[in-house]
């Protein structure tokens, strides 16, 4: 298990130029860059995600589905679009 | 400006526990208004000060910042911005959750920029430790007053009160900023002095926002609408990224002074997320919440029928005294016959309606319910709908009506309108009476399959067909209806808390209001137009069949009960619902039914729950005395003429209850949807969508079974 996810880890940050949300593994910690669509900017700012913010994965949802977050101390779910366009720093 | 009533508002982000202050001071003394020209309903209290005088405690729907999507964030935005609206406030109680740090001021920035008068209410201060926090910054930061409470613990709430006192008293000196906390850049300001022009104001920041939101105003006239348009344009106002940089600047002011305001430990709630690894996992979340949802159904089913026979036999009880009261005549007739079950029909449902708000309430209030929305939503997201649309699926297995209402919180309009859509599809508690009254033709008692009662079995069956079909028909709707706006998740997870009964309360109470006001008037009505046409016919045919039924009793001998049966059965043959029920006869003939329960049908088509009294008339078991037990021996005494063989065979009773599943027999639910989408087009294209599947699947059914 172990050997496998760092196998993902490193194919997934050698390929990809950006890393984000989706890119993350659970339980992952990381530390949001900048945001990629401006219709979410906003919107991502009012549940308290902004550049600089710490951010953890804690786990994706059954179904294939949405992302449970941790920014700083509040709890965010995201859709798969949405979290895609959180860029995190390397 | 202080007007009169005295308004006073409270606006915060959602979960800042704003209702539940809200709750603590109105008490009992609250009600929901209808926003005009909205579809939003603002609860708005009473609250009376030492000094007698009254004001209005309005409590807005929770938002997160003025440049929002959904109707009720729009909402803050309109009423705000409006002095003239009759919900605009003198003063504004901004509400913010202090362990949240940043996030929750940026609204109140907003506000307090808007001139209109605030104090901040830094609430949950029984969490932190209030000796290490510097109030005195936030105060210098956002030029107000702050005050530091738990809704909790009680800690400092009559100090709000004495904040609003003073504030009536005194004047608006301490509750304005003198100075905007975002500074505006040249392009700004230009548009800003646009707009002022246009809409003749002097507030800077009023205008910017409706350089914004112009468009969706409604106080703004179309030419304004066109002036704005194109000033916006000359200067180079993109609304979409001064939105970014205003909620950037806006934040970049605020966080470094509220982070240096009180040092936040890193760890959030442990608990909180113990709970979550085993409620969101990917394999036993699912588990939960299906074990959650058989549970509570299952509780319903058991425990709301005992009271739901106490109201049935008060209100059969009221009955009987009316008409022992109150002389014959036909005024008589309208109240024993029409009014008063036409009231039972709605109180009976109280029960199972109040009782599965209840457990709603205690999911919303701990917090599951926001981890059910974001386990679903992919799933949902394929059929449609979103994850919040679960909400209103759960809650229309109560009654569509307030389910219906509850889909505001959902922004994108599409998929708002699909949940509206396939709502009534799930099983309501108005079914359960036709189910209960049908499936013994269908399924016998005595049958059990893999240890589990048949009929239970078959009533979970009826339950999961209507989830399926409302799941189909949402698909369906996705690909016919365009998608005009974005669709977002982006939901906040609350930290888990004990749910306060005093929330509960109002969260039930609302909604069963909702139900009896919008339920109750229109029952209420059609049933004393159904007693009418189930009462008159054309001409003497009433008295002909009366004399009629009159002398085949004398001739068979029949004792005096089974006279007033056989009168009243042959008068409604005779009346104009059953030459309606006649007339419609071709048309359900083929899915397996004759006139009487065409009658019956068209009767249900006002509510559903009219079917058992009716069909109880119809085969003479006399209407006072609605027993399903009674009428299903009736029922399956019936024979046909012709053939010889029961009515109610297995073919016609599956047919007829496969009816009732997928039909939208409510003119309730129908006014609601209208009410909701503001066009009569989606309530016709739910009625006859609805009533499209319930024709083929019958006449499938009826035919492949006969």
Known sequence: ?90 | MISSPRKVALIGNPNSGKTSLFNQLTGRHQHTSNYPGTTVNINVGKYELENGSTIDLIDFPGAYSFFATSADEKLNVEILIDEQSPHHPDLVLYIADVTQLDRHFLLASQVIDLGIPTVIILNMFDLIEPEKYDLKKVEKLFGVRVIPVSTRSGLNISTIIDTISSFYTNGSEDFVNDELLYKFDTVELSTINNTKQIINSDNPYLAKLISHHYKWLPFINNEQKANIESGNKETGFEDVHYQIKETMNRYQTIEPVLKSVYNYKESSNKLTDKIDNIITHRVLGPIIFFSVMLFIFQAIFSWATIPSDWVESGFSAISSLARHTMGAGWFTNLIVEGLIPGLAGVFVFLPQIIMLFFFIAILEESGYMSRVVFMFDTLLSKFGLNGRSIVSLISSGACAIPAIMSTRTISNFKERLITIMVAPLISCSARIPVYTALIGFVVPSTMSFMGFNAQGLAFMGLYLLGIVAALGSALVFKFILKNKDASYLLLELPEYKKPMIKNIFYYVSTRVSEFIKEAGKIILIVSMLLWFLASYGPGDAMQQAESQAISISKTKQMSDDQQDNLVASQKIEASYAGILGKFIEPIVKPLGYDWKMGIALITSFAAREVFVGTMATIYSIGSDQEDEIKLRDRMSQQVNPLTGKPIYSFATSLSLLLFYVFALQCLSTLAVTYKETKSIKWPIIQFTYMGTMAYLVSFIVYQYFS
């Open chain 1, 1 to 90: 298990m172990k050997l496998k996810n760092i196998g993902i880890l490193d194919k997934r940050m050698g390929l990809k130029e950006q890393k984000t949300i989706i890119d993350m593994i659970n339980g992952e910690i990381g530390y949001i860059e900048s945001f990629e669509k401006p219709i979410f900017t906003c919107k991502f700012y009012n549940l308290g995600m902004s550049p600089n913010a710490k951010v953890t994965l804690v786990r994706k949802a059954p179904f294939g589905g949405a992302y449970y977050v941790k920014i700083n101390k509040t709890l965010v779910a995201l859709r798969t679009i949405e979290a895609k366009s959180i860029i995190i720093k390397k």
